[in-house]
């Protein structure tokens, strides 16, 4: 027979998050601390790497870099690094520069499309220079990150980046194809955030499996980098409903506007009839809104939320799941911490 956790595996995933919520909460500090010497090792890597002859090129990338970021991607490389040998690996430091060079490239093209003037802050590339100068430079970040790759020697390795940035780019595609789409699908949804978000953090922590020559645990490195992804992702698409603006980096909303077909959105225009659902299809197709707070109202009570938040709690379960089939270690307890603390925004 079935217990109630096997019966209920969303259950499961938020009493795991809750009761760690109650316990003294983990921060990102801490969980970087187990790998300081190493994080501090990789993120003057992520600067050094970057060599061009043309001043503007180096002008760009230094900046967008400077922009900061909590370089979450090579954290998790880090991590599964000492997983794999709990020793320093030069190896997998570079590693981890070259998956934060590739997602700042994709920042980059992220906000000349958003037509994003902030990030994090600051002035993004495009709104400092252009949009042009943006693209080029998010195009020799992601080039300059290849030529690092090749260095490793390794066809396995490179045949993981260059599948996982081809995905990468479709699903960018992929979100700009469904645009202001009210008939994006949960399933469309899915394969774009696949592309754009989980693939990287793939990357990031197979990719370590690979280089530290760890075939047994390349399934769940795997596991937990898509399945991750996906929970960071929908909790971020929550987020834009009932999030802090000021903690965002955004005004909450802007995805209404922007019309980005997000799992909000998509499980709201399901669960609304009549003039609600109507206003809520004008909105995501034409981008105008006269009153943002009346469509995120719809939206809170369209049941939408609470969905989407079980649907984050399934992914990140399984993604616990896979780490739990790794060797108990103060480094594997730091993936579990990622994912509580990822989490834990929720609630």
């Known amino acids: 027979m079935l217990d109630n956790e096997q019966l209920n595996p969303t259950s499961t995933a938020i009493n795991a998050v809750t009761k760690d919520s ?3 909460p983990v921060t990102y500090q801490q969980i970087q601390s187990i790998i300081a010497d190493d994080f501090e090792i990789m993120d003057k890597q992520v600067y050094g790497s970057l060599s061009s002859k043309v001043k503007l090129v180096m002008s760009v990338s230094q900046h967008v870099i400077n922009a900061g970021g909590k370089r979450m991607r090579p954290l998790i490389s880090l991590l599964c690094s000492r997983i794999c040998n709990d020793q320093p690996s030069q190896a997998a430091m570079h ?36 949009n042009a100068t943006a693209v080029l430079v998010g195009d020799y970040l992601i080039a300059r990150s290849f030529n690092l790759l090749v260095g490793f020697g390794s066809l396995p390795l490179l045949q993981l980046f260059s599948d996982g940035t081809c995905d990468i780019a479709e699903g960018e595609v992929l979100q700009l194809q469904h645009q202001h789409d009210p008939k994006a699908t949960e399933a469309d949804y899915m394969k774009i955030i696949d592309g754009k978000t989980s693939r990287l953090f793939m990357m990031a922590s197979q990719g370590v499996a690979i ?61 609304t009839t009549g003039d609600t659902h109507e206003k809520l299809r004008i909105a995501i197709q034409t981008g105008e809104v006269q009153d943002t707070g009346e469509i995120i109202e719809i939206v809170k009570t369209s ?23 790794l060797p108990d270690s103060r480094y594997r307890q730091g993936l579990l911490d990622l994912m509580t603390l990822a989490s834990q925004r929720l609630y």
Not at 303 to 325: F, H, N, P, W
Request: charge should be negative; charged fraction near 25%.
């Open 22 to 24: 109650n316990s003294t």
């Open 95 to 130: 590693l981890g520069a070259i998956t934060e060079m590739l997602h700042t490239a994709t920042l980059v093209h992220d906000d000349v499309i958003d037509a994003s003037g902030m990030r994090r802050g600051k002035p993004t590339a495009n709104a400092t220079w252009d």
């Open 211 to 271: 280089l530290e020559n760890r075939p047994e645990y390349n399934d769940a490195f795997a596991k937990f980098g898509q399945h991750f992804g996906n929970a960071f992702q929908i909790i971020d698409d929550v987020l834009d409903f009932v999030g802090d603006s000021e903690v965002l980096g955004k005004n909450v909303g802007d995805d209404i506007a922007e019309g980005k077909p997000t799992l909000p959105l998509i499980k709201a225009l399901e669960m």
């Open 303 to 325: 049941g939408a939320l609470a969905y989407c938040r079980d649907k984050a709690m399934q992914e990140s379960e399984i993604a616990r799941q896979a780490v739990l089939t």
